[in-house]
């Protein structure tokens, strides 16, 4: 069986909670590093989705109120 070239082996992603979307978003653009984002209401969460040189994609978790 062959592996996809998605894969980046035993870790999918890893999660931290965060403050300073502002600054994040910023520092992201600036580098030219492309980011998704989406809010999930029912948790009062925004999450910033990036992923490391690896392909392990990084979710940092804001507080709603920061969106």
Do not use: C, W
């Not at 492309?34 to 490391?52: A, G, I, S, W």
């Amino acid at each position: 069986s062959q592996e996809s070239s998605n894969a980046t082996g035993t870790i999918d992603h890893i999660a931290f909670t965060a403050t300073g979307l502002a600054e994040m978003r910023e520092r992201l653009v600036r580098h030219g590093i492309p980011y998704q984002e989406r809010t999930v209401p029912n948790l009062m969460l925004h999450q910033l989705f990036v992923k490391d040189p690896n392909g392990v994609m990084i979710e940092l978790n804001y507080p709603a109120s920061e969106a």
